[in-house]
């Protein structure tokens, strides 16, 4: 086989579905209790059992009666009505007394004994509930292919439907293959992946209204995908395989179908998603999702969802969209469309978008993304500053209530962002990881209200101060002092090189992996070499470079590396050892105008809190007697 058969657009693949297997006349159902009916959709229109109100009643306290009783009363000529004989006191509510037909306000109604005076005339049915005035027996409630809110099922009981059909759920059978999948929660060994796509999968599916199963995970073997498809399509509405969809020795999955005569396409014009296939077995419709995660996803949602809701009679919701200004430059490949996930900033006026990481398999992005900018195939991606349009997974208020940090990473702020939101929820604190430099030009270009940095100056041997001057000369900002930290060469447990100093990293024998450019880890590193006359082009992995501490730490702890330079907490956390270099200010630098702003005054004030400096303080390595405190100027 090719690759693929030929690439094409969601569209035409959602078309060639629709038209091979029309699932909107999908006709299995079933009757429910109309108390247990929320989230579903209605098979055939409801109809009233019964009129709402079912009877003529007072919508008002006060005296029912005959309207025509009160003609002509006024102050100089007040009517008179014996009370029980041509007048009936009446809570709102009740039926009205036969023989009746208005009700009077008690307001209006002066009593003396057994007799009421009026002194204004009535007019029929006023202040009366008439019998069907809202619903009327035998009128069509809710058509076919409704779903069900709360509302609609308080109006059915109302009107005596105590029983309502609706769609049966759609069953989707999910069969996760690849040698390598593994039960999430026992012991992996390198190699061995966590088979967690039928929960991201299934939750989905779950969350539209379908039922879900798992056949699997498979071993990568054709027979064994055959009667897997055998099984799942004796039951199933849609057929969902994992992985095996691309081009590799072991990707057997398109093959299967195209043997059976049920490929309908291979290839999809989008990124990350490119090898989703479609085509049937025994005649149930079968998707083919990629393995990795944000692939799968994004084919999910693509092809599966609109699917399976036009099963249930529904049509997808499109997300909000919102115009933003691009913080960073986005290249992309010509000739697909590209799925970018973004953090979202509000500066009161435009909304910022941050790239996050674009692997397919990076499933912390979809957490963290709050908008997707989609990339046309006719472009070769967007610069820096560019007006672009995001849909928002989000809520609007959800972004302008989210404070933004850029710049260097440590964990502790991840400690100080959980402390806000159990303390206060309307605010969150969100990051984004640049580096001290990135943080920096982030804060002076307006991209962010505040920057994280830890940059020594050689010249002066100062931090942070002289690179805030230089980059972001004309802003008026501050610098507020979060901990002391300390620095150093993390190595693998026991130390088995033996190292002792940056002069050992330039050992044959040692494997480093760096920092990112920028990063203020790096410029200590670089200024301790240059201090001790050696040349960074002898250390054998200088140019291997990672983001983040824990990413650093996580390399040397799978073996990619001897060392690497990193905090001691994120050595702690990975049970790494650790040589000290350095203890280091880690800075916060805030735009003086960010002050103003009641959630960035909540933030800086959680910082005086004396139970969140001890969490920290227990990472190891930390020093926050001066949290909070205002360095600069």
Request: charged share 25%; aromatic share 6%; with cysteine.
């Given at each position: 086989?090719?690759?693929y058969?030929?690439?094409?657009?969601?569209?035409?693949?959602?078309?060639?579905?629709?038209?091979?297997?029309?699932?909107?006349?999908?006709?299995r159902?079933?009757?429910?209790?109309?108390?247990?009916?929320?989230?579903?959709?209605?098979?055939?229109?409801?109809?009233?059992?019964?009129?709402?109100?079912?009877?003529?009643?007072?919508?008002?306290?006060?005296?029912?009666?005959?309207?025509?009783?009160?003609?002509?009363?006024?102050?100089?000529?007040?009517?008179r009505?014996?009370?029980?004989?041509?007048?009936?006191?009446?809570?709102?509510?009740d039926?009205?007394?036969?023989?009746?037909?208005?009700?009077v306000?008690?307001?209006?109604?002066?009593?003396?004994?057994?007799?009421?005076?009026?002194?204004?005339?009535?007019y029929?049915?006023?202040?009366?509930?008439?019998?069907g005035?809202?619903?009327?027996?035998?009128?069509?409630?809710?058509?076919?292919?409704?779903?069900?809110?709360?509302?609609?099922l308080?109006?059915?009981?109302?009107?005596?439907?105590?029983?309502?059909?609706v769609?049966?759920?759609?069953?989707?059978?999910?069969?996760?293959?690849?040698?390598?999948?593994?039960?999430?929660?026992?012991?992996?060994?390198p190699?061995?992946?966590?088979?967690?796509?039928?929960?991201?999968?299934?939750?989905?599916?779950?969350a539209?209204?379908?039922?879900f199963?798992?056949?699997?995970?498979?071993?990568?073997?054709?027979?064994?995908?055959?009667?897997?498809?055998?099984?799942?399509?004796?039951?199933?509405?849609?057929?969902?395989?994992?992985?095996?969809?691309?081009?590799?020795?072991?990707?057997?999955?398109?093959?299967?179908?195209?043997?059976?005569?049920?490929l309908?396409?291979?290839?999809?014009?989008?990124?990350?998603?490119?090898?989703?296939?479609?085509?049937?077995?025994?005649?149930?419709?079968v998707?083919?999702?990629?393995?990795?995660?944000?692939?799968?996803?994004?084919?999910?949602?693509?092809?599966?969802?609109?699917?399976?809701?036009?099963?249930?009679?529904?049509?997808?919701?499109?997300?909000?969209?919102?115009?933003?200004?691009?913080?960073?430059?986005?290249?992309?490949?010509?000739?697909?469309?590209?799925?970018?996930?973004?953090?979202?900033?509000?500066?009161?006026h435009?909304?910022?978008?941050?790239?996050?990481?674009?692997?397919?398999a990076?499933?912390?992005s979809?957490?963290?993304?709050?908008?997707?900018?989609?990339?046309?195939?006719?472009?070769e991606?967007?610069?820096?500053?560019?007006?672009?349009?995001?849909?928002?997974?989000?809520?609007?208020?959800?972004?302008r209530?989210?404070?933004?940090?850029?710049?260097?990473?440590?964990?502790?702020?991840?400690?100080?962002?959980?402390?806000?939101?159990?303390?206060?929820?309307?605010?969150?604190?969100?990051?984004?990881?640049?580096?001290?430099?990135?943080g920096?030009?982030?804060?002076?270009?307006?991209?962010?209200?505040?920057?994280?940095?830890?940059?020594?100056?050689?010249?002066?041997?100062?931090?942070?101060?002289?690179?805030?001057?230089?980059?972001?000369?004309?802003r008026?900002?501050?610098?507020?002092?979060?901990?002391?930290?300390?620095?150093?060469?993390?190595?693998?447990?026991?130390?088995?090189k033996?190292?002792?100093?940056?002069?050992?990293?330039?050992?044959?024998?040692?494997?480093?992996?760096?920092?990112?450019?920028?990063?203020g880890?790096?410029?200590?590193?670089?200024?301790l070499?240059k201090?001790?006359?050696?040349?960074?082009?002898g250390?054998?992995?200088?140019n291997?470079?990672?983001?983040?501490?824990?990413?650093?730490?996580?390399a040397?702890?799978?073996g990619?590396?001897?060392?690497?330079?990193?905090?001691?907490?994120?050595?702690k956390?990975?049970?790494?050892?650790?040589?000290?270099?350095?203890?280091?200010?880690?800075d916060l630098?805030?735009?003086?105008?960010?002050?103003?702003?009641?959630m960035?005054r909540?933030?800086?004030?959680?910082?005086?809190?004396?139970?969140?400096?001890g969490?920290?303080?227990?990472?190891?390595?930390y020093?926050?007697?001066?949290?909070?405190?205002?360095?600069?100027?």
């Amino acid at each position: 086989m090719k690759p693929y058969l030929r690439t094409i657009s969601p569209e035409e693949a959602l078309r060639i579905l629709f038209e091979a297997f029309r699932p909107w006349i999908f006709a299995r159902e079933e009757l429910l209790e109309t108390t247990e009916a929320l989230g579903r959709v209605t098979a055939q229109a409801v109809f009233a059992q019964r009129s709402v109100p079912h009877y003529n009643g007072a919508a008002m306290d006060g005296v029912a009666l005959r309207a025509q009783k009160t003609y002509g009363a006024s102050e100089a000529n007040p009517i008179r009505l014996k009370l029980g004989q041509d007048a009936f006191w009446v809570d709102t509510g009740d039926p009205l007394p036969e023989g009746t037909d208005a009700v009077v306000p008690t307001e209006e109604v002066h009593q003396e004994g057994e007799w009421i005076e009026l002194i204004r005339a009535a007019y029929p049915w006023q202040h009366v509930r008439i019998a069907g005035e809202d619903i009327v027996k035998g009128e069509m409630l809710l058509p076919s292919n409704h779903r069900l809110r709360p509302e609609d099922l308080a109006l059915l009981v109302a009107a005596g439907v105590r029983t309502v059909r609706v769609k049966a759920r759609p069953r989707v059978i999910f069969i996760p293959t690849g040698d390598e999948l593994r039960d999430p929660f026992g012991e992996l060994l390198p190699g061995e992946i966590p088979e967690f796509n039928s929960v991201l999968i299934g939750s989905s599916v779950r969350a539209l209204g379908g039922d879900f199963k798992r056949i699997g995970p498979l071993e990568d073997n054709p027979s064994r995908l055959k009667r897997a498809l055998e099984e799942a399509s004796g039951e199933a509405d849609l057929i969902l395989i994992n992985a095996g969809s691309s081009a590799g020795r072991e990707d057997y999955a398109p093959k299967v179908l195209q043997e059976g005569g049920g490929l309908l396409f291979h290839g999809l014009s989008v990124m990350p998603g490119r090898p989703t296939f479609g085509g049937a077995y025994r005649g149930k419709p079968v998707l083919g999702l990629p393995g990795y995660p944000l692939s799968a996803l994004l084919a999910f949602r693509l092809l599966a969802e609109p699917f399976l809701l036009a099963m249930m009679g529904q049509l997808p919701s499109p997300p909000p969209s919102a115009k933003a200004i691009l913080a960073e430059d986005v290249p992309s490949r010509l000739g697909l469309w590209e799925f970018v996930r973004v953090r979202l900033f509000s500066d009161g006026h435009n909304l910022i978008a941050h790239p996050l990481p674009r692997g397919a398999a990076v499933l912390s992005s979809v957490v963290r993304a709050e908008g997707i900018l989609k990339i046309p195939p006719q472009v070769e991606g967007f610069p820096e500053g560019k007006q672009i349009e995001v849909k928002l997974l989000v809520r609007p208020e959800s972004v302008r209530r989210t404070l933004l940090i850029v710049g260097s990473h440590d964990i502790a702020l991840d400690l100080i962002a959980d402390r806000l939101r159990r303390i206060y929820p309307p605010v969150m604190l969100a990051t984004k990881t640049a580096g001290s430099l990135g943080g920096l030009r982030a804060l002076a270009r307006g991209f962010c209200q505040m920057a994280t940095c830890h940059l020594l100056d050689p010249e002066s041997g100062t931090y942070n101060i002289p690179y805030v001057v230089k980059y972001l000369r004309g802003r008026d900002v501050v610098i507020i002092r979060l901990f002391w930290r300390q620095q150093g060469i993390m190595v693998q447990k026991g130390n088995p090189k033996a190292i002792k100093g940056v002069e050992d990293l330039l050992r044959p024998e040692v494997t480093f992996v760096n920092r990112q450019r920028g990063g203020g880890t790096r410029v200590l590193l670089d200024h301790l070499l240059k201090q001790r006359g050696l040349d960074p082009g002898g250390i054998i992995g200088y140019n291997d470079e990672l983001t983040t501490h824990m990413a650093v730490a996580m390399a040397i702890k799978g073996g990619r590396a001897d060392a690497g330079m990193g905090i001691l907490a994120a050595a702690k956390a990975l049970d790494l050892d650790f040589v000290p270099v350095a203890e280091e200010p880690y800075d916060l630098v805030v735009d003086r105008k960010a002050l103003e702003d009641p959630m960035v005054r909540t933030f800086l004030e959680l910082l005086r809190d004396t139970d969140l400096r001890g969490e920290i303080e227990s990472l190891g390595g930390y020093n926050t007697a001066e949290m909070g405190k205002v360095i600069w100027p």
